[in-house]
């Protein structure tokens, strides 16, 4: 007995032939309707934020590495910190963003004033700190508004499972040699033109908007308000 498959147009030919004296008593052609096959099919994981957090696998690591990316990029805080344990999250204090609960925060000041992440490549490292590296390039309204080209930079991700490590932001500290999420120089310069300028047309505005030691933006709702007004002007007055 030989069997042969084959789809096409929904249609499968299966031809049965027996000998009996040498001679061929049936064959006969099905569709595929009324046929009924198993097929082995090598099987693929399908990944999911509930699925990749419970996997301890390279493939589940850059998942997540760049949903977080995705998450950001929609200024979704429900999304970004779905990916991060709820109590297996460290920081460090010397950070700007210290703890998922001021995410929500930072992702509406990050829609204020339009940054955008493109993430290049995500791979697994050996490296004792981190296990996930990913390069992107970045920009925002302010550095579209002055012609630059998107910058490139570089983040390390702590993932076991969910993300262990509360990915930092900086606006004007260019350490992206250490992985640890900040700027490029190009992007530092870009915000001390931007604080600058705010310091020069709306000097009663700048204690409300950027901290003490001018490093970072204030992140309260009057502040964010703040910061999308002035983003708007100052992507006006430096179009041509």
């Known amino acids: 007995m030989t069997m042969r498959l084959r789809r096409a147009g929904l249609v499968a030919l299966l031809v049965i032939t027996a000998c009996e004296s040498g001679e061929a008593v049936a064959t006969t052609e099905l569709t595929s309707t009324n046929v009924s096959t198993t097929i082995a099919a090598s099987t693929t994981t399908v990944l999911g934020t509930d699925s990749a957090k419970v996997l301890d696998t390279d493939e589940a690591k850059i998942f997540i ?21 709820p109590e297996d999250h460290v920081h460090d204090e010397r950070d700007f963003i210290t703890g998922v609960d001021m995410y929500r925060a930072l992702f509406e000041w990050l829609r204020a004033t339009g940054w955008k992440w493109t993430d290049d490549e995500c791979r697994v490292t050996d490296s004792s700190q981190y296990n996930v590296i990913c390069s992107y390039h970045v920009e925002n309204a302010w550095s579209r508004a002055m012609g630059l080209s998107p910058v490139e930079d570089g983040v390390d991700f702590e993932i076991y499972g969910p993300m262990y490590w509360v990915p930092d932001f900086k606006v004007n500290q260019d350490d992206s040699a250490s992985g640890r999420g900040g700027s490029n120089a190009k992007m530092v310069e870009v915000w001390e033109t931007v ?5 020069a047309n709306h000097p009663i505005d700048v204690r409300e908007m950027i901290s003490e030691d001018g490093s970072a933006p204030n992140l309260d709702a009057r502040s964010i308000d ?8 100052f992507v006006e007055f430096h179009t041509p």
């Open 226 to 233: 703040l910061w999308r007004l002035y983003t708007q002007e």
């Open 65 to 85: 590495a760049h949903a977080f990316f995705d998450g950001r990029n929609a200024y979704d805080v429900e999304a970004a910190t779905a990916l991060i344990g």
């Open 195 to 199: 604080t600058d300028w705010i310091r």
